[in-house]
């Protein structure tokens, strides 16, 4: 019997020293966890048995502390299997065995610490960064898992595989027993039958089908809550709408193609809840976009008070010899944007800033190719594997195809109108302060052509004919008013010398019976070129027809300014003007005729000189009018009209005289318009 005593320790001690080597060798190797959990309970069982002999205790002692240690490893190796999206029905069915086992948990326990697990990976997958859209789609898979696996594993399938553990004792469990390591066949004579008939007793019947719908109804919504909560913060990190619409398409047909399993979470509510984060994180991305026009409006800001950028040449000319001279090849692009630039003004900093626009325009527009995007998804697939009536799919599918990106389309609009109100805003700013920084010209020309070309350019998704209307035509004016300025200064003389000369250049070529003049004045000629030539140097690009209309107008004023500036000529008596004005008959007529002197004019006019000057006047500002005439003119109304009546007064031509004088000035205005090319 002594000799049966030793033999039985000395086999229960060899089974117990081979079964943390077998332990370590199945969790590095990635063994059955079922099968470890089993070896686990066999090691405890042994080590029990042995405690009871005081000649081992010491070594045995070391094994149970190296067996603790082991217990952590294997209920850790069990929370990353059931973590694993991957696993199998029947692996995961292995894996809470395991748990149950290695903790002699009940069913209900092992299904509150898998709810746990799940919902410890699923915030773990969401507060990780790196990736987070794998992230996103990864723990939702998982919520998607856990809610499938607990109706259809939890339910049916872990109590009865918890029985089965308890139908066999673990000495005799084909697992077990056929490891060699344990040399079962050389010990199993001396373990003990106590041991050889040890069956774990595991509660498996404590787990109905309606806790397990109850606990699932507590778990599922508030994992939910924590998923989506995370899932703002990780869409935060993602600048692409392309992504973010992606992630939202693969996260909707997930949850859609799932809802059968969903047990409480799967109302309507929920589901705006659901799509809730990618609205917001889109509308926060056209925000952000949308206002990166402040930085164009700063760029625009530091261009104009760097007095630099506009002492340059605006652009080399256009028949200059290194233009004539550039390489053509691929396509002449080189020579292409060159004149491009010519013709529409443009510089470095023109450029600059167009080119930085172009890239929000950019931007701006993909949002409207994201937001037909959004339009054309089909849910045909996702939407059919809803078990719901007809209403509820149509429901769903107008608000992922219509509610959804109609929120967008409108926050898109909204953030753009916001966008160019600040633009416009900082251009009215800019042009109210050109006057204090210098090169008023240069740079008001500047913000026209930036103005022009983002007027020309606007977003898709904004259309307002009106932007910055009050901006442009202030900066018309400013244009406007520098050109006239500059050639009034210069040709001020010449307008006086003419409202007050006493001889007339090119008496000469006066033509007709009676002889009349038939060419402007010099002066005019002088006037008008230089106009001409201001206008180029300004820029072509600049003259549309509501700015040449106000060049028109405002010379129209100064002339006015620099003719009645002189003092005053002879007034005509009211007898005067009366005959003038009366009709006459043929008899008067002819005796008009008869007493003038052959130039035109009345017999009440004794200084021919005067009388010649007068009528060069009268044809000059006619012919000038028709310089300067515009449809915006006519409408508004001209004192220019008034003093070219009171110069017609003052020639005291006869009624033939006048029409003859007016045609002969609209006649010269037609030959020699082209000469005037930016005033037409």
Not at 33 to 56: D, F
Not at 153 to 166: C, D, G, M, P, T
Not at 490 to 500: G, T
Not at 589 to 597: E, H, I, P
Request: net charge neutral; hydrophobic share 40%; charged share 25%.
């Amino acid at each position: 019997m002594a000799d049966r005593g030793r033999y039985t320790v000395a086999s229960q001690l060899a089974v117990l020293r081979s079964c943390p080597k077998i332990l370590v060798r199945l969790l590095k190797k990635g063994g059955s966890v079922l099968l470890a959990a089993k070896l686990l309970v066999v090691s405890r069982l042994l080590h029990t048995k042995l405690s009871e002999q005081l000649s081992v205790r010491t070594y045995i002692d070391k094994i149970r502390a190296r067996l603790a240690r082991l217990r952590q490893k294997l209920l850790s190796h069990i929370d990353r299997q059931l973590k694993n999206l991957h696993l199998s029905s029947d692996e995961v069915v292995d894996t809470m065995c395991a748990f149950s086992l290695a903790t002699s948990s009940s069913a209900r326990d092992v299904l509150r610490h898998f709810h746990h697990v799940r919902a410890e990976a699923i915030s773990a997958h969401t507060s990780l960064s790196g990736e987070p859209e794998a992230y996103i789609l990864e723990a939702l898979r998982l919520w998607v898992r856990t809610l499938q696996d607990t109706n259809t594993i939890v339910k049916r399938r872990l109590s009865q595989s918890l029985a089965k553990l308890k139908s066999t004792p673990l000495f005799k469990d084909p697992s077990v027993w056929s490891i060699k390591d344990l040399d079962y066949d050389v010990h199993t004579r001396w373990i003990g039958d106590d041991l050889k008939n040890f069956v774990p007793y595991i509660r498996h019947d404590d787990l109905q089908s309606s806790m397990t719908v109850d606990q699932l109804n507590i778990w599922a919504p508030k994992t939910l809550e924590v998923y989506l909560s995370n899932v703002d913060l990780l869409l935060n990190s993602i600048a692409d709408p392309a992504i973010i619409v992606n992630l939202r398409s693969k996260c909707l047909k997930l949850w859609m193609s799932n809802r059968r399993h969903y047990v409480g979470v799967g109302g309507e509510e929920v589901f705006d809840h659901f799509r809730q984060p990618f609205r917001q994180r889109l509308a926060h991305l056209i925000q952000e976009d949308s206002r990166s026009l402040e930085a164009l409006s700063t760029k625009i800001m530091t261009i104009i008070q760097d007095q630099d950028q506009f002492t340059s040449e605006l652009s080399q000319p256009l028949w200059k010899s290194s233009l004539a001279s550039m390489n053509v090849s691929l396509g002449a692009e080189m020579f292409l944007s060159t004149v491009r630039d010519n013709v529409s003004g443009a510089d470095n900093a023109l450029n600059l800033v167009r080119h930085s626009y172009q890239h929000w325009l950019d931007v701006m527009n993909r949002w409207v190719s994201t937001i037909t995007e959004l339009k054309q998804l089909r849910w045909d697939d996702s939407l059919d594997e809803l078990d719901e009536d007809d209403d509820t799919v149509e429901k769903l599918e107008s608000l992922l195809n219509g509610d959804d990106p109609q929120d967008m389309e409108r926050e898109l609009s909204r953030s753009l109108g916001a966008a160019f109100d600040l633009f416009q805003a900082t251009a009215s700013e800019l042009t109210k302060d050109l006057r204090t920084i210098g090169s008023v010209d240069r740079k008001a020309a500047f913000l026209l052509r930036v103005l022009r070309h983002v007027r020309q350019n606007l977003p898709k998704a904004y259309a307002n004919t009106e932007l910055a209307a009050s901006v442009v035509n202030d900066l018309q004016s400013a244009v406007a008013e520098y050109v006239v300025d500059n050639v009034m200064g210069k040709q001020n003389s010449s307008i006086s010398k003419a409202a007050n000369g006493s001889k007339v250049q090119g008496r000469l070529l006066w033509d007709g019976v009676p002889e009349l003049p038939i060419l402007p004045s010099p002066w005019t000629f002088k006037l008008l070129r230089s106009l001409q030539l201001s206008m180029a140097n300004t820029g072509t690009d600049l003259w549309s027809p509501v700015a040449v209309a106000k060049v028109k107008s405002m010379l129209r004023e100064a002339m006015i300014l620099a003719l009645s500036a002189q003092a005053p000529v002879e007034s005509i008596s009211s007898g005067d003007r009366e005959a003038n004005s009366r009709p006459l008959d043929s008899n008067t007529a002819s005796n008009d005729d008869q007493l003038s002197n052959g130039n035109g004019h009345g017999p009440h006019n004794p200084n021919t000189a005067e009388s010649d000057c007068k009528t060069q006047l009268f044809f000059d500002l006619t012919f000038l009018a028709h310089a300067t005439s515009s449809p915006a003119i006519k409408e508004s109304g001209d004192i220019f009209g008034d003093r070219l009546q009171k110069a017609e007064s003052e020639s005291l031509l006869v009624s033939t005289s006048v029409m003859q004088v007016k045609k002969s000035a609209a006649a010269y205005w037609k030959r020699s318009s082209l000469l005037f090319a930016l005033l037409m």
